[in-house]
């Protein structure tokens, strides 16, 4: 289970779809390769070192930090442990989008099973189309003809129960090492 912007154990689809397949290995990779003007700032690095330091710390816990290229690091991680499948929530930042359908194809190519889910967003971009097919530019209509219209959102999900954490890797960070918390002068 690849932890991304969604460092939550409920309401996680993907992290309870993991679960669902038996052990698995918790993990959040640093990569801001590609992110250029959507880096994060120091402020969210602050927020992200205690989001982090919470989900260790969670009777769940077991996360294991990595930091650099995100497909290098899935496919050594797979590799090393046997894992057989791969599962993320969606992100929708472009840089994010483009990347994803890389590792998709490549973690594909190397025989996982991949699965993202939608786990920000009430419905999915493609959810809530015009009859044209175009996506919505203005509100009102969206909200209308759009929302009103489709099937309800998913209800919130609950944590998965004792999720089954399978061995450490020997390359994970300890979150200190991670090289990402902001000095901040307050």
């Keep these: 289970m690849w932890f991304r912007q ?28 590609g992110a250029d003007s959507w880096k994060m700032d120091g402020s969210s690095r602050w927020w992200l070192h205690h989001a982090l330091e919470d989900l260790n710390d969670s009777p769940q816990h077991g996360l294991q930090l990595f930091q650099g290229d995100a497909l290098t690091i899935l496919c050594d991680l797979a590799a090393q442990t046997g894992a057989a499948a791969i599962t993320w929530n969606r ?5 994010r989008i483009a ?22 967003l009430l419905w999915a971009p493609w959810q809530v189309l015009k009859k044209d097919g175009a996506p919505y530019k203005v509100f009102t209509p969206y909200y209308r003809r ?9 209800r919130p ?9 399978n061995k450490n890797s ?14 901040i002068n307050w």
């Design 6 to 33: 969604d460092l939550r154990l409920a309401d996680n689809p993907a992290l309870c779809a993991a679960c669902e397949r038996g052990a698995i290995i918790s993990v959040y990779i640093l990569d801001h390769q």
């Design 91 to 95: 992100c929708y930042e472009p840089w």
């Design 99 to 120: 990347r994803d359908a890389i590792l998709k194809t490549a973690l594909k190519g190397d025989g996982l099973e991949v699965q993202s889910f939608n786990g920000s």
């Design 146 to 154: 759009g929302c009103l219209s489709v099937a309800a959102p998913r």
């Design 157 to 165: 999900l609950d944590p998965p129960k004792g999720p089954n954490l």
């Design 170 to 183: 020997v390359h994970s960070l300890p979150l200190k090492d991670l090289n990402f918390r902001p000095k």
